[in-house]
Each structure stands twice: as structure tokens, then as C-alpha cells.
């Protein structure tokens, strides 16, 4: 099944975009400058991990804890 179709597919691969924007932008900053377009995308990723990372922090652990366990 697509990751579009099935709910929890799509949150854990939503999680998982907006953490590895946070650390794209947090290593090579020149890389999400633009904040229009394409990367513009990613860039919005990135700032909701830099703001709201204690709620990211949650949503990742609980993520892994149901992949284990369910």
C-alpha cells in the first residue's frame, strides 16, 4: 500500500521529511535559503522542526515506539 493511502505510512514519512530538514538546515544552511519554490517546501519542514521540536521529539518517539511494537 502507498504511503498516501495508508495514515500511518503517510505520518511517520511527514516526521521523518521534517527531521531531516531540520538537519539539513541546521548543517549546510546555504542549502534551504530560499524560502519560495520547490526547496521553499522543505524549508517550511525545517522550520516547523526548529519551532515546534519538543512536539517533533514526541511525534518521533512515539512513532518508533509503534512501528516496534505494532
Known amino acids: 500500500m502507498s504511503a498516501l493511502f495508508n495514515f500511518h ?3 511517520t514519512v511527514v516526521l521523518l521529511m ?21 526547496r521553499g517546501f522543505f524549508w517550511k519542514a525545517a522550520r516547523i522542526g526548529e519551532r515546534l521540536s519538543p512536539w517533533v521529539a514526541v511525534g ?4 518508533g515506539v ?3 511494537f505494532f
Not at 60 to 63: D, G, I, K, L, Q
Open 60 to 63: 518521533c518517539f512515539t512513532m
Open 9 to 11: 505510512s503517510f505520518l
Open 18 to 38: 521534517i527531521c531531516t530538514c531540520t538537519f539539513l538546515k541546521i548543517q549546510f544552511p546555504t542549502l534551504l535559503q530560499k524560502k519560495t519554490g520547490f
Open 66 to 68: 509503534s512501528i516496534i
